[in-house]
């Protein structure tokens, strides 16, 4: 269950319903006027929010064994290359 269904009076989503659109809809301004309360708040008071955190934190520091990034040109291709693409896709 995530972490707006348990939400009192959040509205169960509906079987084949869009949970993308499920959770703009009732994470909405408007939805937290009507139900009188706060998802950031609710969000940074839940487990998830910690979970996440945590993960940023362990995620954030490089392996000892890893090498910065090095990248031995500015572009990804050479600027023929480049040129050709964009006139491909202008055709």
């Known amino acids: 269950m995530n972490l707006w269904m348990a939400i009192p ?4 989503i509906k079987n084949g319903y869009n949970p993308a659109t499920w959770v703009l809809e009732v994470t909405s301004s408007s939805a937290e ?8 708040q609710i969000y940074v008071n839940s487990t998830l929010y910690q979970v996440n955190e945590n993960l940023i934190k362990e995620l ?8 910065d990034l ?18 491909w896709k202008q055709h």
Request: glycine share 2%.
């Open 70 to 87: 090095f990248f031995p040109t500015k572009y990804a291709q050479p600027f023929i290359i480049q040129c050709k693409a964009y006139l």
């Open 9 to 12: 009076g959040i509205p169960k």
């Open 60 to 67: 954030s520091i490089p392996p000892s064994c890893s090498k």
């Open 33 to 40: 006027i009507q139900l009188k309360i706060d998802f950031a």
